[in-house]
Structures are given as C-alpha cells and as structure tokens.
C-alpha cells in the first residue's frame, strides 16, 4: 500500500466483503484481540470470540441475506500506530428500505495490518413522511 489511507480502506473493504459473505469468524478478525464493537442496535462485544457471536447472531437474525456497502470514507492518522477511519453504510435486505448509517472505527497498527479497536457504527433513524 502507498499510504496509510490506502492500507485502512482496503481493511474497510475487506470486511465489508466478509461481512457480506456472512462469515462471523473471518469478520472478526479484522478487530484487535481486545476489540470493541457498540453496535448500530446498542449491542457491546469486547474480543474476538464475543464479535463472532454477536455477527452470528446478525447474519442468522435480523441482517441474514442483507449487503453491506461501506463508503471510502475519511482516514484521520492520531499517530503512526492509531487512526479514525470514518464513512458512510448502507445495508440492503431481501425485504424493506435500505438502512443508511455512519461508522466511526479507531484503527490500530497491528504488525502489517490497520485493525479496528473500537468501532461505532450507528443507523440514522427513518425521516418521516412529509406532510401535505
């Protein structure tokens, strides 16, 4: 990679296809050993072994054939080993309207890889119906 943008976004995008391959394991290890997820629904996870419980229960529950679109987003460096990865997502289900959100990721360098410490994705509410 070119730069430390470049090694951070092509982590966001590797997730993003193992998140839309459904596979919990391989989900989680783009955290750290002591990573922190506050999901979009209030959930917490802290470690690996709880992260892929919890996307388990996602890809089989209320997200199970849904897609997963994350933006580039915007790479923050705080220091040469911690950075703020920040984008838009965008999930898509086999039923209802896509669910549009944002994410703020704490990037941490773990040998040759950017690995999420804490991330923080959130989806913005349904606007409501104008009146008229």
Do not use: C
Not at 7 to 35: K, Y
Not at 68 to 86: C, M, Y
Not at 95 to 120: F, I, Y
């Amino acid at each position: 990679m070119d730069t430390v943008q470049d090694a951070i976004i092509a982590e966001v995008e590797a997730f993003s296809a193992a998140w839309n391959l459904a596979d919990p394991q391989r989900a989680a290890t783009f955290f750290t050993e002591d990573g922190v997820r506050v999901g979009a629904f209030g959930d917490q996870q802290r470690g690996r072994a709880e992260l892929a419980a919890a996307y388990r229960k996602l890809f089989e529950g209320p997200m199970a054939g849904a897609a997963l679109h994350q933006e580039r987003g915007t790479v923050r460096l705080l220091t040469p080993e911690l950075a703020i990865w920040q984008g838009g997502i965008e999930v898509t289900g086999p039923a209802g309207p896509p669910l549009k959100g944002h994410v703020v990721q704490v990037m941490k360098k773990v040998g040759n890889r950017w690995l999420v410490l804490e991330s923080h994705p959130k989806f913005f509410p349904p606007r409501p119906a104008p009146h008229g």
